[in-house]
């Protein structure tokens, strides 16, 4: 027999599936503090290496390209992800359904 | 300092010699007894290691690339990297401290700092990748600009991280600097032509590695404390978070006279002249802020002008004195241009305006004719004539060969009147307006490495810092008056002394007290110090660290240069010539009004007020033994006061 969830179960369940971790690229000043903030929220060192969020900002253009690693957790015990709390100019915005 | 663990460093050095091509990696540790970390290392094995009559140019000088332990690190504006060398403009200590992604890079790449010396028969460059370092050729390298390097070095892995020179390092111009990041200058003290005389390229550095943190919670809590003193200061977000960066300032030096017009005629621009290059004329070509590595201040602005194919981070602070100012430039574009052109030629815009500044001021006096300068027409702001005169100086064509001498030796050649119109300090080329602000001028007269506003240069007066806060930090209600001499002379030592700790951490002055009253002091650094390395220090303990580090640079001057009392003076014409306009119109610094200060200054210091040399008294209290004996052995230690 199928099993029946309740709604609000599955709203529980849901929850942490839709949080979204927003990016406005025009407001990102490509300093990096999400990256090495990334690598501490996950070993406790600095080492950008580590981090699932990568940030490339182009000499040439000023372009920035942000890449995000599917092993990006955000942040999960964490209040809100640390990419979020140490982003000064607000380009990145975390949304908790 | 004991510090087995490796936190907050990584835990080596490298030394290159390019002389017998060889690399010697040796622990951090050796070299933490006195100092730990940036400046402090860089400036201690100067002293201890140069002989004083080595030339800066020759092999046997050493150029040190370093970092500090909370470079890499969460504590805001962690890429920092100090260069430090013998100085080539002055001939004494040579410091510069330049932002980027360098620094941080260089410590994941597991160094913390690179040590260089001696001189490559052909042109090379440094490859630094995780904990390896090779001499590569730099045939393919020699003669491109800074931008072409930093471009071809990065197409094996966009993140590799350069600091190169370019042709005019390669040229040996005293006002060569190094560029990182197309736009990150290492400026003042001829470290590109230190570099180009070592034919030393460039540097590349790549690192996969990690810094560790000797106590992560509390680290980060320091970390969240100094974030939210950054989050909730007036002056950063008002001056450096929705605007185009330091370049906001403009606004507040000609209310406070400190902008420099046509070589130091004036302090002060017309509201004509300011509203042609104020900063909301650049908005429109704004694509976005720019922050260097791990910062929440915004620095500058990157511009795009399709039309007429300008894509470029923006300039900052300085240009607006050096090109705008000094030079009289009024065209948006062609002030652009001045910043690309002296960037990726590798030249420092203080150091090359101020000279090409001096020669528009000998054509306009008739003491340089047509003649001298290449059928030139030397006429205040034409900039198509700087714009030329700055590609002159770096390859050193025609009259490029006299400007690359820098201001004094040029002057020395033409004479006559030319030396009064040669505006420096020590023989480096002044950038600011100085006559109005005395804590400011103080603090530039008095900077080691010869001028510059990022050592004792005190804003606490261009902030016009209440009189509450002034009697709370220096005992002083008057420490907010811009125009007032008496007391400044205490908030120049105790800014150099907080300025050395920020160095030594290894992160930028931005976040410090120097901007903004509201901003850190030597606890909050402590705090990130402590809890990053394992080590407890206080505040006070840093700052005692940042007395003993201008003492080794102040060894350094007087063993290498021999600077004397009269060498901390101004320039003549800013104690002849008072401002001509604007609301400190009269303003010039008065001669025994300087002395004044001068002596209270030394007196601070613990310095011989006849010679400014240091005493041994003080020295002792200080506990600097070696450097006593070194002063010592130069016949330049003061046994009594005169």
């Given at each position: ?18 949080s ?7 407001r ?37 390209e ?32 | ?19 017998n ?10 070299y ?10 860089a ?14 140019l ?10 500090g332990?909370?470079?890499?690190t ?26 980027g ?9 597991g ?53 190169s ?65 950054i989050?909730?200061s ?141 059928g ?17 100086l ?6 490029g ?18 030396e ?157 010539e008072p ?64």
């Amino acid at each position: 027999m199928k099993k029946v969830i309740k709604r609000e179960d599955y709203d529980k369940k849901i929850k942490r599936k839709t949080s979204y971790l927003c990016i406005n690229l025009n407001r990102c000043t490509g300093c990096k503090s999400c990256e090495i903030a990334c690598s501490f929220h996950f070993s406790k060192v600095f080492s950008p290496q580590i981090s699932a969020i990568r940030i490339w900002r182009s000499n040439v253009s000023g372009d920035i390209e942000i890449s995000l690693h599917s092993n990006c957790d955000l942040c999960n015990k964490e209040e809100e992800p640390l990419c979020v709390k140490y982003c000064a100019p607000k380009a990145l915005i975390f949304i908790k359904k | 300092m004991k510090n087995s663990e490796n936190f907050g460093w990584v835990g080596k050095i490298c030394r290159v010699n390019l002389t017998n091509k060889t690399v010697k990696i040796e622990p951090t540790n050796k070299y933490m007894s006195q100092f730990f970390g940036g400046r402090g290392i860089a400036q201690w094995i100067l002293l201890t290691e140069l002989k004083p009559k080595v030339h800066p140019l020759a092999p046997e000088n050493i150029i040190i690339f370093s970092t500090g332990p909370l470079t890499g690190t969460l504590a805001p504006i962690s890429g920092r990297l100090c260069i430090d060398s013998k100085n080539f403009v002055t001939g004494g200590v040579g410091s510069s401290n330049v932002g980027g992604f360098f620094g941080s890079e260089l410590k994941y790449a597991g160094f913390d700092a690179i040590i260089v010396t001696g001189r490559s028969s052909r042109p090379v460059y440094l490859m630094i990748e995780n904990e390896n370092v090779v001499i590569e050729d730099a045939k393919i390298l020699w003669g491109k600009t800074t931008w072409e390097t930093e471009d071809i070095l990065k197409q094996k892995d966009r993140n590799i991280q350069v600091l190169s020179i370019g042709p005019a390092g390669e040229n040996l111009v005293k006002s060569a600097c190094i560029i990182i990041k197309r736009k990150h200058a290492a400026g003042r003290c001829g470290f590109g032509a230190i570099m180009g005389a070592k034919n030393l390229k460039a540097i590349a550095v790549r690192g996969r590695g990690k810094i560790k943190i000797a106590e992560p919670v509390e680290f980060i809590k320091s970390v969240d404390k100094v974030w939210g003193i950054i989050d909730n200061s007036s002056t950063i977000n008002q001056r450096y978070r929705e605007t185009l960066g330091t370049h906001f300032n403009t606004q507040r030096a000609n209310d406070c006279c400190t902008l420099p017009y046509r070589n130091f005629q004036d302090d002060h621009w017309s509201n004509e002249k300011f509203l042609k290059v104020e900063p909301k004329v650049f908005e429109k070509w704004k694509t976005r802020n720019i922050a260097e590595f791990n910062s929440p201040i915004y620095m500058s602005s990157f511009y795009k002008i399709p039309e007429k194919g300008i894509e470029t981070e923006g300039f900052e602070q300085n240009h607006a004195w050096d090109y705008m100012g000094k030079l009289d430039m009024n065209d948006p574009i062609a002030i652009i241009k001045a910043h690309i052109l002296c960037n990726s030629l590798g030249l420092d815009i203080d150091n090359s305006s101020g000279v090409i500044a001096w020669a528009f001021e000998l054509y306009e006096k008739g003491i340089l004719s047509k003649d001298d300068t290449d059928g030139l027409e030397l006429k205040w702001g034409d900039s198509e004539v700087i714009l030329n005169l700055i590609k002159k100086l770096a390859y050193r064509e025609g009259i490029g060969e006299l400007l690359a001498k820098g201001v004094l030796e040029a002057s020395k050649i033409i004479g006559s009147s030319s030396e009064y119109y040669a505006i420096h300090i020590k023989g480096q080329e002044l950038a600011e307006g100085i006559r109005s602000a005395k804590g400011w001028a103080l603090g530039i007269i008095t900077a080691t490495r010869g001028g510059g506003h990022l050592n004792g240069a005190t804003m606490t007066g261009l902030q016009k810092i209440s009189p509450e806060i002034g009697i709370k930090k220096f005992g002083d209600p008057n420490i907010g008056n811009q125009n007032v001499y008496s007391g400044k002379a205490k908030a120049v030592v105790w800014i150099e002394k907080l300025k050395a700790v920020v160095d030594m951490c290894g992160v930028g002055y931005h976040t410090s007290f120097w901007v903004g009253p509201e901003l850190c002091d030597a606890n909050q650094y402590a705090a990130l110090f402590s809890t990053a390395t394992g080590n407890k220090m206080s505040g006070d303990d840093l700052m005692l660290l940042g007395e003993k580090l201008q003492n080794v640079e102040k060894a350094f001057n007087t063993i290498h240069s021999g600077f004397l009392r009269k060498d901390d003076l101004p320039p003549k014409r800013l104690m002849l010539e008072p401002i001509k306009s604007g609301k400190y119109k009269g303003e010039l610094l008065d001669r025994d009004k300087v002395e004044l200060m001068l002596d209270e200054y030394y007196e601070l210091h613990g310095w011989d007020k006849k010679t400014s040399w240091q005493m041994r008294k003080s020295l002792e209290k200080l506990g600097m033994h070696k450097v006593i004996n070194i002063l010592e052995r130069e016949g330049k230690l003061i046994e009594k006061s005169y």
